[in-house]
C-alpha cells in the first residue's frame, strides 16, 4: 500500500508541475504565410534567343529558315499593367534559298502588327515569337505571337504571317493554333 500511494503521490507531483507551466501567450500557427514575391528591379527582357535553323521543303525546292529575338532597347519600353517593365523584341526571319541566296529577310516589331490589337494591349504587351507552321503551294506560313511579355497571363494574339513564292509577304489575325513555343 505504501508503494501505492508513493507513486499516486508522484503522479500528483507531475501533475501539478504541469500545470505551473507557463502558457504561450499566442496560439501555435502551423500555416506559414507566402513570401511577397520582390518588385522586379529595373527593366526586363524575355531573353535574347536563336530558334535552331530548320531546312523547309517547299514547292520543289528545300529553303532553311532562321529565326532570331532579341530585346530591343531603342524600341518604348512596356509596362505590363502590374508594375512590371519590359523591354519590347525584335524578331528577324531569314529564308535561304537552296543555294544559300537570301529568299526572304525581315525584322519584325510588334508596330508589324499594330493593325491587329487593340489599343490597351499595344502598350501592354511585347512580341513574343515567330515560328514555322506551315507551307502550302503557293506560301509558307509563320505565326506570330504578340501579348504578355510575363507568359503565365495567357493573353497573347496570334497573326499568321504568310510568305508568297515571289518573296511578298502579308499578316492577317488568325485564330489560336497548337504552335511549339519559342
Given at each position: 500500500m505504501r508503494k501505492s500511494l508513493h507513486a499516486i503521490l508522484l503522479l500528483m507531483l507531475l501533475v501539478s508541475a504541469?500545470?505551473?507551466?507557463?502558457?504561450?501567450?499566442?496560439?501555435?500557427?502551423?500555416?506559414?504565410?507566402?513570401?511577397?514575391?520582390?518588385?522586379?528591379?529595373?527593366?526586363?527582357?524575355?531573353?535574347?534567343?536563336?530558334?535552331?535553323?530548320?531546312?523547309?521543303?517547299?514547292g520543289g525546292g528545300t529553303y532553311t529558315l532562321g529565326i532570331k529575338r532579341w530585346a530591343d532597347k531603342e524600341l518604348p519600353v512596356v509596362d505590363d499593367g502590374d508594375g512590371g517593365k519590359y523591354y519590347d523584341n525584335r524578331i528577324s526571319v531569314d529564308i535561304l534559298d537552296g543555294s544559300g541566296n537570301?529568299?526572304?529577310?525581315?525584322?519584325?516589331?510588334?508596330?508589324?502588327?499594330?493593325?491587329?490589337?487593340?489599343?490597351?494591349?499595344?502598350?501592354?504587351?511585347?512580341?513574343?515569337?515567330?515560328?514555322?507552321?506551315?507551307?502550302?503551294?503557293?506560301?509558307?506560313?509563320?505565326?506570330?505571337?504578340?501579348?504578355?511579355?510575363?507568359?503565365?497571363?495567357?493573353?497573347?494574339?496570334?497573326?499568321e504571317i504568310r510568305i508568297a513564292r515571289d518573296g511578298s509577304s502579308s499578316v492577317r489575325k488568325t485564330a489560336i493554333r497548337e504552335i511549339e513555343e519559342f
Amino acid at each position: 500500500m505504501r508503494k501505492s500511494l508513493h507513486a499516486i503521490l508522484l503522479l500528483m507531483l507531475l501533475v501539478s508541475a504541469g500545470a505551473c507551466k507557463k502558457k504561450s501567450e499566442a496560439p501555435i500557427s502551423i500555416i506559414v504565410p507566402k513570401p511577397a514575391a520582390p518588385a522586379p528591379v529595373g527593366i526586363q527582357s524575355i531573353g535574347d534567343e536563336a530558334q535552331p535553323r530548320q531546312t523547309i521543303k517547299w514547292g520543289g525546292g528545300t529553303y532553311t529558315l532562321g529565326i532570331k529575338r532579341w530585346a530591343d532597347k531603342e524600341l518604348p519600353v512596356v509596362d505590363d499593367g502590374d508594375g512590371g517593365k519590359y523591354y519590347d523584341n525584335r524578331i528577324s526571319v531569314d529564308i535561304l534559298d537552296g543555294s544559300g541566296n537570301t529568299f526572304f529577310s525581315r525584322k519584325y516589331s510588334k508596330n508589324d502588327f499594330a493593325n491587329y490589337l487593340e489599343r490597351d494591349m499595344l502598350g501592354r504587351s511585347v512580341l513574343y515569337n515567330i515560328v514555322f507552321y506551315e507551307t502550302s503551294d503557293q506560301a509558307l506560313f509563320l505565326v506570330a505571337s504578340v501579348g504578355s511579355p510575363d507568359d503565365t497571363g495567357g493573353d497573347f494574339v496570334q497573326m499568321e504571317i504568310r510568305i508568297a513564292r515571289d518573296g511578298s509577304s502579308s499578316v492577317r489575325k488568325t485564330a489560336i493554333r497548337e504552335i511549339e513555343e519559342f
